[in-house]
């Protein structure tokens, strides 16, 4: 097993301490709405996978939402195959790989959606309320959103890590899953 996985019955307090907000955000939406749209459960279901949850407790963790908003039966029928697929289970095998910064950057989620990059797709009062929500205080914040406002999302991610971690990012974030890793890395030190 590789550095970093996670089981189902620590996942929320492991999303809550060192996800980036991405996937923080489509997190809690799923638990909040249980559903996301495609983009949405692409990109969190990659990361999920790319954090070392394997395909059984991926298909537990969707099944538990999703079957409250849409059934059982539809769960199965509709969305155990792409979860499937997504771990090369299904279709042409293929090992999908989890999305990079740059790749979530430029994604164009419509109306509904909530994949993305925070940084880049939130409106500074809706990504104001939500780095408060993971912490961040009052003067990283404004450093934060001076980033942002001039189009540095990853250097954002980057200082909101520093911030919530203590601790420098010299290499700087280019992917949620190496948010994901040097944030366990020195938690679990
Ligand atoms: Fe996610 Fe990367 Fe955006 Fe950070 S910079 S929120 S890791 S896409």
Redesign the pocket.
């Known amino acids: 097993r590789e550095y970093g996985d996670i089981s189902l019955k620590d996942i929320d307090q492991v999303a809550k301490r060192s996800f980036?907000?991405?996937?923080r955000h489509l997190f809690d939406k799923l638990r909040e709405d249980h559903h996301l749209k495609h983009g949405g459960r692409m990109q969190l279901g990659l990361f999920l996978k790319g954090v070392g949850l394997n395909l059984d407790d991926a298909l537990a963790f969707w099944r538990a939402e999703f079957s409250k908003k849409v059934g059982l039966e539809k769960f199965e029928k509709q969305y155990a195959y792409s979860i499937r697929h997504n771990y090369g289970k299904e279709g042409k095998r293929t090992d999908y790989t989890p999305y990079s910064?740059l790749k979530?950057?430029s994604s164009t989620p419509g109306t509904g959606d909530h994949h993305g990059?925070?940084?880049?797709h939130f409106s500074e009062e809706n990504l104001r309320a939500a780095l408060g929500k993971m912490g961040v205080n009052s003067r990283s914040m404004e450093d934060v959103i001076d980033k942002v406002r001039n189009r540095h999302?990853?250097l954002?991610?980057t200082l909101t890590f520093e911030a919530l971690h203590g601790m420098p990012c010299d290499a700087g974030?280019n992917?949620?899953n190496q948010?994901f890793s040097d944030s366990k890395k020195i938690l679990d030190s």
């Open positions: 980036p907000l991405c996937m910064c979530i950057i990059c925070p940084y880049r999302y990853q954002a991610c974030i992917h949620p948010y």
